[in-house]
T-cell receptor
Framework: GAGVSQSPRYKVAKRGQDVALRCDPI?????LFWYQQALGQGPEFLTY????????KSGLPSDRFFAERPEGSVSTLKIQRTQQEDSAVYLC???????????FGPGTRLTVT | QKEVEQDPGPLSVPEGAIVSLNCTYS??????FMWYRQYSRKGPELLMY????GNKEDGRFTAQVDKSSKYISLFIRDSQPSDSATYLCAMTKTGGFKTIFGAGTRLFVKA
């Protein structure tokens, strides 16, 4: 069946631009996670949704980062006024209520120039 | 000090070798322990999941958790070139949503 999809796969932004990254979770998965993965590092938790409710946003690095999931399915991660340190792969994962089994998308590689 | 420590490698072994991958952690509240495999330019995929202490086996893979030592391991038997990837340990606390990952160990299995 269809897995988690993310778009775009690659994004190049000039410093100061706003970007929006999209995640389509597996159908029926109520839990959705966003992670940031820097080169050579493991994924770092950004935020968690259960359906449309954002239950944990403690990992968002600054108020320039904003995530939403208005109808409890598709989610968007928005980064305002991008900085070079935002360059990373942004991963989305979804799961059934058992949060331990997370299914990851391929990620969006963001490069800020 | 990071909550989860993992040697980044790289680790290079010949085909057929037994591979041992390890992580240590500092927070005794972690109860759920996972191992993910990540190929280049792909998202991580779950290999093994263990709750609390003990061993779990699945085919060529064995996961071990020693909570008294705050140490987890993944063993790969009869390693294959297709096992060449980055292996990430991950863990969560009971009732928590935040999954903490190690930095990943790069494994190369030579034919």
């Amino acid at each position: 069946g269809a897995g988690v999809s993310q778009s775009p796969r690659y994004k190049v932004a000039k410093r100061g631009q706003d970007v929006a990254l999209r995640c389509d979770p597996i159908s029926g998965h109520v839990s959705l996670f966003w992670y940031q993965q820097a080169l050579g590092q493991g994924p770092e938790f950004l935020t968690y949704f259960q359906n449309e409710a954002q239950l944990d946003k403690s990992g968002l690095p600054s108020d320039r980062f904003f995530a939403e999931r208005p109808e409890g399915s598709v989610s968007t991660l928005k980064i305002q006024r991008t900085q070079q340190e935002d360059s990373a792969v942004y991963l989305c994962a979804s799961s059934l209520p058992r949060r331990d089994e997370q299914y990851f998308g391929p990620g969006t590689r963001l490069t800020v120039t | 000090q990071k909550e989860v420590e993992q040697d980044p490698g790289p680790l290079s072994v010949p085909e057929g070798a037994i591979v041992s991958l390890n992580c240590t952690y500092s927070n005794s509240a972690f109860q759920y322990f996972m191992w993910y495999r990540q190929y280049s330019r792909k998202g991580p995929e779950l290999l093994m999941y263990t709750y609390s202490s003990g061993n779990k086996e699945d085919g060529r893979f064995t996961a071990q958790v020693d909570k008294s030592s705050k140490y987890i391991s993944l063993f790969i038997r009869d390693s294959q070139p297709s096992d060449s990837a980055t292996y990430l340990c991950a863990m969560t606390k009971t009732g928590g949503f935040k999954t903490i990952f190690g930095a990943g160990t790069r494994l190369f299995v030579k034919a």
